[in-house]
């Protein structure tokens, strides 16, 4: 059973920086993808990033929402099966619950792509 939990949101000040963690566990596949989303209450949610791993060769690849490539980065850590977001210079427009997803290819930056979610992680910046 694929199990995803995210870690690390939290209350912040404008320009300050934050980081999340995803993990992402059960896997039986070599092949998967995971993604960072965002959601405002009556808002749609929203694809920051996503990372492609095939351990086969092994290949990551990274893609992300055009607005928010200098932004935010997401990396991941093969020893430790978590995906991490980096988030920078804060702005209270970055408020919002942030989401960590997984699924296998293909996957877009579509939430409809990612069939496994973790419950969120809250993060609120103030001015």
């Known amino acids: 059973q694929v199990k995803v939990v995210e870690t690390g949101g939290g209350s912040v000040q404008t320009g300050a920086s934050l980081r999340l963690s995803c993990s992402a566990s059960?896997?039986?596949?070599?092949?998967?993808?995971v993604g960072w989303f965002r959601q405002v209450p009556g808002k749609e949610r929203e694809g920051i990033a996503r990372?492609?791993?095939?351990?086969?060769?092994?290949?990551?690849?990274?893609i992300y929402h055009p607005s928010l490539a200098g932004h935010f980065t997401i990396s991941q850590d093969n020893a430790n099966d978590t995906v991490y977001l980096q988030m920078n210079s804060l702005t209270p427009g970055d408020t919002a619950m942030y989401y960590c997803?997984?699924?296998?290819?293909?996957?877009?930056?579509?939430?409809?792509?990612?069939?496994?979610w973790g419950p969120g992680t809250q993060v609120t910046v103030s001015s």
């Open positions: 997803a997984s699924d296998v290819p293909p996957c877009s930056l579509a939430p409809s792509d990612f069939k496994y």
């Open positions: 990372i492609y791993t095939n351990n086969d060769t092994p290949e990551t690849t990274a």
């Open positions: 059960g896997y039986g596949v070599k092949r998967y993808c």
